[in-house]
Protein backbone atom coordinates (compact mmCIF):
# COMPACT_ATOMS: atom_id res chain seq x y z
CA UNK A 1 0.00 0.00 0.00
CA UNK A 2 2.89 2.39 0.82
CA UNK A 3 4.46 1.90 -2.21
CA UNK A 4 0.92 2.23 -4.08
CA UNK A 5 0.53 5.51 -2.71
CA UNK A 6 4.47 6.88 -2.84
CA UNK A 7 3.70 5.56 -7.14
CA UNK A 8 0.39 7.33 -6.74
CA UNK A 9 2.20 10.51 -4.98
CA UNK A 10 4.73 10.95 -8.08
CA UNK A 11 2.02 10.55 -11.07
CA UNK A 12 0.59 13.96 -9.82
CA UNK A 13 3.22 16.04 -8.73
CA UNK A 14 3.37 18.77 -11.28
CA UNK A 15 6.49 19.39 -12.98
CA UNK A 16 6.90 22.68 -12.27
CA UNK A 17 10.47 23.27 -11.99
CA UNK A 18 11.06 24.56 -8.64
CA UNK A 19 14.02 23.80 -6.74
CA UNK A 20 14.15 20.22 -4.73
CA UNK A 21 16.46 18.57 -2.39
CA UNK A 22 18.65 16.09 -4.67
CA UNK A 23 17.21 17.62 -7.93
CA UNK A 24 19.64 19.45 -9.83
CA UNK A 25 20.10 20.06 -13.79
CA UNK A 26 23.24 21.10 -15.92
CA UNK A 27 23.51 23.37 -18.40
CA UNK A 28 24.44 20.59 -20.82
CA UNK A 29 20.97 18.45 -19.88
CA UNK A 30 18.70 21.94 -20.59
CA UNK A 31 20.55 22.20 -23.56
CA UNK A 32 19.77 18.69 -24.73
CA UNK A 33 16.15 18.89 -23.33
CA UNK A 34 16.05 22.52 -25.33
CA UNK A 35 17.28 20.44 -28.54
CA UNK A 36 15.03 17.55 -28.33
CA UNK A 37 11.72 19.92 -28.16
CA UNK A 38 12.96 21.46 -31.46
CA UNK A 39 13.78 18.25 -32.98
CA UNK A 40 10.96 15.92 -32.07
CA UNK A 41 8.03 18.64 -31.87
CA UNK A 42 9.12 21.58 -34.69
CA UNK A 43 5.92 22.68 -34.87
CA UNK A 44 5.88 24.54 -31.47
CA UNK A 45 8.38 26.79 -31.81
CA UNK A 46 5.67 29.09 -32.91
CA UNK A 47 4.11 29.38 -29.33
CA UNK A 48 7.95 30.37 -27.90
CA UNK A 49 8.10 33.04 -30.35
CA UNK A 50 4.73 34.85 -29.10
CA UNK A 51 5.98 38.05 -27.45
CA UNK A 52 2.43 38.27 -25.71
CA UNK A 53 -0.54 36.06 -25.36
CA UNK A 54 -4.16 36.46 -24.13
CA UNK A 55 -6.11 34.16 -22.46
CA UNK A 56 -9.66 34.85 -20.36
CA UNK A 57 -8.97 38.30 -20.63
CA UNK A 58 -5.98 38.32 -18.76
CA UNK A 59 -2.52 39.17 -21.26
CA UNK A 60 0.84 37.67 -20.75
CA UNK A 61 3.96 39.29 -22.16
CA UNK A 62 6.44 36.54 -22.86
CA UNK A 63 9.92 37.29 -20.13
CA UNK A 64 12.28 36.61 -23.37
CA UNK A 65 13.64 40.39 -24.22
CA UNK A 66 15.36 39.29 -27.36
CA UNK A 67 12.22 38.39 -29.04
CA UNK A 68 12.05 42.43 -29.17
CA UNK A 69 15.96 42.89 -29.90
CA UNK A 70 16.24 40.27 -32.72
CA UNK A 71 14.30 38.89 -34.98
CA UNK A 72 15.69 35.78 -36.01
CA UNK A 73 15.15 35.04 -32.14
CA UNK A 74 12.02 33.12 -31.30
CA UNK A 75 12.41 31.13 -28.24
CA UNK A 76 12.50 29.68 -25.89
CA UNK A 77 12.12 29.66 -22.07
CA UNK A 78 12.99 32.06 -19.08
CA UNK A 79 12.81 30.99 -15.46
CA UNK A 80 14.05 32.23 -12.27
CA UNK A 81 14.40 31.07 -8.90
CA UNK A 82 16.90 31.88 -6.06
CA UNK A 83 19.35 29.00 -6.45
CA UNK A 84 19.12 29.41 -9.87
CA UNK A 85 19.14 33.22 -10.94
CA UNK A 86 17.65 34.45 -13.83
CA UNK A 87 18.38 31.67 -16.65
CA UNK A 88 17.03 32.04 -20.42
CA UNK A 89 17.36 29.29 -22.73
CA UNK A 90 17.88 31.06 -26.04
CA UNK A 91 17.34 29.82 -29.84
CA UNK A 92 17.80 31.56 -33.22
CA UNK A 93 17.49 30.98 -36.79
CA UNK A 94 19.52 32.39 -38.65
CA UNK A 95 20.43 32.47 -42.98
CA UNK A 96 23.27 31.73 -44.70
CA UNK A 97 24.66 31.06 -48.42
CA UNK A 98 24.73 26.85 -47.42
CA UNK A 99 21.14 26.91 -45.53
CA UNK A 100 19.61 28.46 -42.33
CA UNK A 101 21.44 27.27 -39.41
CA UNK A 102 20.07 27.21 -35.73
CA UNK A 103 21.47 27.53 -32.08
CA UNK A 104 21.06 27.56 -29.05
CA UNK A 105 22.44 29.31 -26.09
CA UNK A 106 21.91 28.42 -22.02
CA UNK A 107 22.60 30.91 -20.15
CA UNK A 108 22.18 30.41 -15.88
CA UNK A 109 23.22 32.44 -12.92
CA UNK A 110 22.52 36.03 -13.91
CA UNK A 111 21.71 38.41 -12.03
CA UNK A 112 18.69 40.18 -13.78
CA UNK A 113 16.39 39.77 -16.74
CA UNK A 114 18.65 42.63 -18.27
CA UNK A 115 21.97 40.53 -17.97
CA UNK A 116 20.31 36.92 -18.64
CA UNK A 117 19.70 38.41 -22.41
CA UNK A 118 22.84 40.57 -22.94
CA UNK A 119 24.57 37.60 -22.30
CA UNK A 120 22.67 35.60 -24.35
CA UNK A 121 22.79 37.76 -27.47
CA UNK A 122 26.48 37.62 -26.69
CA UNK A 123 26.34 33.78 -27.30
CA UNK A 124 24.54 33.59 -30.21
CA UNK A 125 26.37 36.82 -32.05
CA UNK A 126 29.65 34.71 -30.96
CA UNK A 127 28.53 31.19 -32.58
CA UNK A 128 27.04 32.78 -35.75
CA UNK A 129 30.22 34.46 -36.43
CA UNK A 130 33.25 31.97 -35.17
CA UNK A 131 31.75 28.81 -36.26
CA UNK A 132 30.97 26.99 -39.49
CA UNK A 133 27.94 24.37 -40.26
CA UNK A 134 29.11 22.12 -42.57
CA UNK A 135 27.03 19.24 -44.08
CA UNK A 136 29.22 16.49 -44.79
CA UNK A 137 26.32 14.14 -46.03
CA UNK A 138 22.74 14.36 -46.58
CA UNK A 139 20.08 12.12 -45.37
CA UNK A 140 20.43 8.60 -46.79
CA UNK A 141 23.19 9.56 -49.32
CA UNK A 142 25.34 6.63 -50.05
CA UNK A 143 28.38 6.68 -48.26
CA UNK A 144 29.57 2.79 -49.44
CA UNK A 145 28.64 -0.12 -50.83
CA UNK A 146 30.29 -2.45 -48.73
CA UNK A 147 30.89 -5.91 -49.50
CA UNK A 148 28.53 -7.97 -48.65
CA UNK A 149 28.42 -12.54 -47.54
CA UNK A 150 26.06 -14.75 -48.11
CA UNK A 151 23.46 -12.08 -49.50
CA UNK A 152 21.32 -12.32 -52.77
CA UNK A 153 23.06 -9.07 -53.26
CA UNK A 154 27.54 -8.95 -53.35
CA UNK A 155 26.95 -5.29 -51.70
CA UNK A 156 25.01 -3.29 -49.36
CA UNK A 157 24.18 0.19 -49.64
CA UNK A 158 25.45 1.95 -46.47
CA UNK A 159 24.24 5.82 -44.91
CA UNK A 160 23.11 7.92 -42.65
CA UNK A 161 19.22 8.41 -41.61
CA UNK A 162 19.79 11.80 -40.70
CA UNK A 163 21.92 14.59 -42.28
CA UNK A 164 25.38 14.83 -41.47
CA UNK A 165 26.03 18.27 -40.26
CA UNK A 166 28.90 19.45 -38.41
CA UNK A 167 29.77 22.76 -36.34
CA UNK A 168 33.47 23.96 -35.93
CA UNK A 169 35.63 26.70 -35.69
CA UNK A 170 35.43 28.79 -38.74
CA UNK A 171 37.92 27.67 -41.23
CA UNK A 172 38.57 24.65 -40.41
CA UNK A 173 35.70 23.26 -42.85
CA UNK A 174 38.39 22.23 -45.44
CA UNK A 175 40.50 20.33 -43.10
CA UNK A 176 37.15 17.79 -42.33
CA UNK A 177 38.08 13.89 -42.88
CA UNK A 178 35.67 11.00 -42.14
CA UNK A 179 36.28 7.71 -41.33
CA UNK A 180 34.08 4.70 -41.30
CA UNK A 181 34.21 2.14 -38.73
CA UNK A 182 31.73 -1.31 -39.83
CA UNK A 183 31.18 -4.52 -38.11
CA UNK A 184 32.70 -6.53 -40.76
CA UNK A 185 32.16 -8.93 -42.35
CA UNK A 186 28.22 -8.36 -42.91
CA UNK A 187 26.29 -10.91 -43.26
CA UNK A 188 23.22 -11.07 -44.86
CA UNK A 189 20.14 -10.80 -44.70
CA UNK A 190 20.58 -7.15 -43.65
CA UNK A 191 16.92 -4.78 -42.90
CA UNK A 192 16.67 -1.42 -43.77
CA UNK A 193 17.83 1.01 -41.08
CA UNK A 194 19.75 -2.03 -39.78
CA UNK A 195 23.42 -0.38 -37.69
CA UNK A 196 26.22 -1.69 -38.99
CA UNK A 197 29.32 0.80 -37.96
CA UNK A 198 29.96 4.31 -37.20
CA UNK A 199 30.92 7.26 -38.83
CA UNK A 200 33.42 9.71 -37.22
CA UNK A 201 33.99 12.98 -38.44
CA UNK A 202 37.61 14.23 -37.68
CA UNK A 203 39.26 17.74 -38.00
CA UNK A 204 42.76 16.92 -37.71
CA UNK A 205 42.79 13.87 -35.26
CA UNK A 206 40.14 15.88 -33.12
CA UNK A 207 36.67 13.72 -33.47
CA UNK A 208 33.80 15.84 -34.04
CA UNK A 209 31.43 13.78 -34.28
CA UNK A 210 29.73 10.20 -34.46
CA UNK A 211 26.91 9.15 -36.14
CA UNK A 212 25.04 5.48 -36.93
CA UNK A 213 25.89 3.95 -39.85
CA UNK A 214 22.98 1.80 -41.17
CA UNK A 215 21.67 -0.01 -44.08
CA UNK A 216 19.86 2.17 -46.78
CA UNK A 217 18.10 -0.85 -48.77
CA UNK A 218 17.21 -4.27 -47.06
CA UNK A 219 19.02 -7.70 -48.64
CA UNK A 220 17.76 -10.98 -48.48
CA UNK A 221 19.82 -13.68 -48.13
CA UNK A 222 21.25 -15.80 -51.56
CA UNK A 223 19.99 -19.38 -52.25
CA UNK A 224 21.93 -22.45 -50.73
CA UNK A 225 24.35 -22.53 -53.15
CA UNK A 226 25.64 -19.10 -52.34
CA UNK A 227 25.38 -19.10 -49.03
CA UNK A 228 27.48 -22.37 -48.79
CA UNK A 229 29.88 -20.94 -51.45
CA UNK A 230 30.44 -17.81 -49.16
CA UNK A 231 30.56 -19.61 -45.88
CA UNK A 232 33.79 -21.50 -47.29
CA UNK A 233 34.89 -18.21 -48.97
CA UNK A 234 34.85 -17.08 -45.38
CA UNK A 235 36.46 -20.15 -43.91
CA UNK A 236 39.43 -19.62 -46.10
CA UNK A 237 40.09 -15.97 -45.45
Known amino acids: MK ?17 APGHVSTVREL ?20 KEFTFNKITQ ?20 TDAAGYCLIATAKRDFPNGPRRL ?13 AVESQKLLNWGYSAWDSVKVYDARQVITQAELWKGASATAKLG ?18 TQLVRTDPLIAPLTKGQQVGTLKVLSGTRVVSEIPVTVLEAVEQAGMFGRAWDTLRLWMR
Not at 104 to 109: E, S
Open 61 to 80: QNRNLLLWRDPSVDGLKTGY
Open 3 to 19: RRARLRAWLTCPAEGLP
Open 31 to 50: GTIATRLLVDFPGDVRYYAL
Open 104 to 116: ITVVVGATSKEAR
Open 160 to 177: TQAPVVVSVPRGEGGQLK
